[in-house]
């Protein structure tokens, strides 16, 4: 298997742009959740699906942030408009979604926004 | 709501030092943890994992972790660090039952001084 797959790799984008982040999980995979990580707030979860619905948003800084998982093979992370504060890497994992068993993690995706 | 900390933020040590993280959760139920390393400018990768049986955990690399259910607690350690270990490493925890929500600590950059 090819692990988690994140596009693009990085983005350089203008404030009040739209941006897109797409991620693949392991096929097989139930759970996917997506993080954001900047050096002022380390790890942060942004919100987690399981089975294709999300369970879990609270993570989600403002309205501005949307994410959807249409099926159990793709997942979007939309924020618009941008602004230069969502620059961060955005990471996207996902897991089984049962007991003994670890989260996969994709190779980010690193977000400029100018 | 579980949580997972991690209180040392950074450590600097020298090569061939001892290394102890600490890592403790709250909640009192049956947990699976794990040790995730992110070498700089890389993606969360797992180190070792306990699900269940002996307590002290071998992972890659000489790392190794003690759960000591009594202390909440799921440290990590390696007897001799090399420069080579340099990287941030988070704790994780995902809770038996339920929709295995994986939830991760702060994190922890090691610099290892040559």
């Known amino acids: 298997d090819a692990g988690v797959i994140q596009s693009p790799r990085h983005e350089v984008t203008e404030m009040g742009q739209e941006v897109t982040l797409r991620c693949k999980p392991i096929s097989g995979h139930n759970s996917l959740f997506w993080y954001r990580q900047t050096m002022m707030r380390g790890l942060e979860l942004l919100i987690y699906?399981?089975?294709?619905?999300?369970?879990?948003d609270s993570g989600m800084p403002e309205d501005r942030f949307s994410a959807k998982m249409p099926n159990a093979s793709f997942s979007t992370l939309k924020i618009q408009p941008s602004e230069p504060r969502d620059s961060a890497v955005y990471f996207c994992a996902s897991s089984l979604g049962r007991a003994l068993t670890e989260a996969f993690f994709g190779q980010g995706t690193r977000l400029t926004v100018v | 709501a579980q949580s997972v900390s991690q209180h040392n933020h950074h450590v600097i040590l020298s090569e061939a030092a001892s290394l102890e993280l600490g890592c403790n959760y709250s909640?009192?139920?049956?947990?699976?943890l794990f040790w995730y390393v992110q070498y700089p400018g890389q993606h969360l990768q797992l180190l070792l994992k306990y699900f269940s049986g002996d307590p002290l955990v071998k992972g890659i690399k000489g790392f190794e972790a003690e759960f000591i259910k009594s202390k909440f607690s799921f440290n990590l350690r390696k007897p001799s660090v090399q420069w080579s270990d340099t990287a941030e490493y988070f704790c994780?925890?995902?809770?038996?039952?339920?929709?295995?929500?994986?939830?991760f600590g702060t994190g922890t950059k090691l610099q290892v001084i040559p």
């Open positions: 699906f399981n089975n294709n619905v999300p369970i879990d």
């Open positions: 994780a925890v995902i809770l038996s039952g339920g929709y295995q929500k994986v939830t």
């Open positions: 909640y009192g139920g049956t947990v699976n």
